[in-house]
Nanobody, 117 residues
Framework: QVQLVESGGGLVQPGGSLRLSCAAS???????MGWYRQAPGKQRDLVAQ???????NYADSVQGRFTISRDNAKNTVYLHMNSLKPEDTAVYYC????????????WGQGTQVTVSS
């Protein structure tokens, strides 16, 4: 069982930056880690993902503005968000996903990011 706790959300002006953190209660080095977001009335969508080997992929809407990284020694994943736009406003969730014959899939409780002037 892995528990995930997100932090770093808040209110920021358009064009600003935030760094989200996702701290895991257990070892995550074998997990693919992802950040998802859900705006009111919309589905939860993938924002960025980083595999156990460090490969990354991003949603088109955040490519070039957001960067996902991981520190396995600290069991923590980060999402660096730059040039924030009002449409980035959402609850951001962290996910840990592992398939080794059985599926291990864990989610955090989310952190609110609001981009507004």
């Amino acid at each position: 069982q892995v528990q995930l706790v997100e932090s770093g959300g808040g209110l920021v002006q358009p064009g600003g930056s935030l760094r989200l953190s996702c701290a895991a209660s257990g070892t995550i080095n074998r997990y693919a880690m992802g950040w998802y977001r859900q705006a009111p009335g919309k589905q939860r969508d993938l924002v960025a993902q980083i595999t156990s080997s460090g490969s990354t992929n991003y949603a088109d809407s955040v490519q070039g503005r957001f960067t996902i990284s991981r520190d396995n020694a600290k069991n923590t994943v980060y999402l660096h968000m730059n040039s924030l736009k009002p449409e980035d406003t959402a609850v951001y969730y962290c996910r840990a996903d592992l398939w080794i014959g059985l599926r291990y899939d864990y989610w955090g409780q989310g952190t609110q990011v609001t981009v507004s002037s």
